[in-house]
């Protein structure tokens, strides 16, 4: 009865998944256009019917937790599709998760609200202490989060420089921490003291296809994206002969279309079009929103000619409001410009990937979740003693309630 995905139930969110398959995707059974390997879009159900083409059977929606993600399989889930406002309940802004079959995840950007869908999906937080961000975004919440649900090695976040040292990653990861300061001194001690540290890895956002992390079989690169100021970036994650590109905000730029080529899975931002723009915010200048949706974002027609460019095994668009209408002219602008498989991508939408198929779902996250279960090396790592108060605020306290005494470890 609790299991609902934004009051979705789960009847309901299939038939969401299947409506949306037939009616937007239509692409099962499409070539990729950049080679003579043909890829099958399957809804799990389908997979369940073809489990010869399919990677493995799946249930029609991912039940978080319930399945295990096979050793050369790639899982993609969308914690936020929308734009910095509205947040609502059915879209958060910008986040993607990676989870990969040799236990390595990863996190692109982290927006407002879309801790709440990593929540609900009560990840192993263990697991999660990398961030790789297109310009810098919503931290603090995942710092405290994390580090309360299971998280005990430092953040590492990932990012460009700017155009001047103070707009750079580092310098953002440096000031979010003198804001935490306070939250992060009371916490260290109970909590595991390695999990409250932020470290930034801070790289050149004009070096074009540079690696930026290598390990566990894992290499990330990024080169430049235009977005508002210098020092946006875009990445691409290689593994097992899988890739994933995360362009974030970005227009349509010269080096996305050189090493996006041939993804397995590309995600591009696609932005309403200037009319459905101007609507959406009221506002009276078309000259505006133009500017908006084409000169620091991404059109639908621009979105599509990208995407033609470069004949990505899946292309996938986020970062738009999905009121019908506007998705509606989305889909329709895309198609004048590209004709390949497609998503249009809406929180807590799951995609599986592997060599032979990709198979998309929407997860199913209850209204109200207990933390996930900690591991015996979050229970195990160094905790140098609980926070103390001065003697000044201890001597507030009032002697009308006494807690109860502390039970020995």
């Not at 979705?8 to 070539?31: D, E, H, P, Y």
């Not at 440096?174 to 003291?193: F, H, N, Q, S, V």
């Not at 956002?205 to 540079?210: F, G, H, L, M, R």
Request: with cysteine; proline share 6%; aromatic share 10%.
């Amino acid at each position: 009865m609790g299991n609902r995905s934004h009051g979705r139930s789960v009847f309901g969110t299939v038939g969401f998944v299947m409506a949306l398959l037939i009616t937007v995707q239509m692409t099962a059974g499409s070539k990729s256009g950049g080679g003579s390997n043909t890829t099958f879009l399957h809804t799990a159900s389908a997979a369940q019917d073809s489990a010869g083409s399919a990677a493995i059977e799946r249930l029609p929606t991912y039940f978080p937790n319930t399945e295990q993600l096979g050793p050369s399989e790639m899982r993609i889930t969308a914690l936020g599709t929308g734009l910095p406002t509205p947040i609502t309940r059915a879209q958060k802004s910008t986040a993607w998760m990676v989870e990969l079959g040799n236990g390595d995840v990863f996190l692109f950007d982290l927006g407002t609200g879309s801790m709440e869908n990593l929540f609900g999906l009560r990840p192993d937080f263990s697991k999660i202490d990398k961030v790789f961000l297109n310009h810098f975004g919503n931290l603090d919440a995942f710092i405290i989060g994390s580090w309360l649900s299971g998280r005990y090695t430092p953040l590492r976040i990932y990012g460009g420089s700017g155009e001047t040292p103070e707009l750079g990653t580092k310098a953002a990861v440096e000031a979010l921490m003198k804001a935490l300061a306070w939250d992060i001194r009371g916490r260290t001690g109970l909590l595991p003291d390695d999990g409250g540290r932020v470290i930034a890895h801070e790289f050149d956002y004009k070096v074009e296809d540079q690696v930026i992390y290598e390990d566990n079989g894992v290499t990330i690169t990024s080169w430049p994206a235009i977005h508002s100021l210098d020092g946006s970036v875009s990445y691409r994650l290689e593994w097992n002969g899988l890739s994933f590109v995360f362009g974030g905000d970005t227009r349509p730029n010269k080096w996305f279309i050189e090493y996006a080529k041939g993804a397995d899975f590309a995600i591009h931002e696609c932005f309403p079009t200037p009319e459905g723009l101007a609507a959406f915010n009221d506002w009276d200048s078309l000259k505006d929103a133009t500017f908006v949706s084409s000169y620091i974002h991404t059109p639908p027609e621009g979105f599509g000619k990208v995407m033609s460019a470069i004949r990505p095994r899946m292309a996938v668009a986020f970062h738009t409001v999905l009121l019908p209408d506007i998705r509606q002219g989305m889909l329709e602008g895309i198609r004048k410009t590209y004709d390949g498989p497609l998503t249009i991508a809406d929180d807590l939408m799951v995609w599986n990937v592997t060599k032979s198929a990709i198979t998309m779902r929407e997860a199913v996250i209850p209204d109200r979740v207990t933390p996930p279960s900690t591991t015996q090396g979050y229970q195990d790592a160094k905790r140098s003693g609980i926070a103390k108060m001065s003697k000044y605020i201890m001597d507030g306290v009032w002697e009308g309630f006494s807690p109860p005494p502390l039970p020995e470890e």
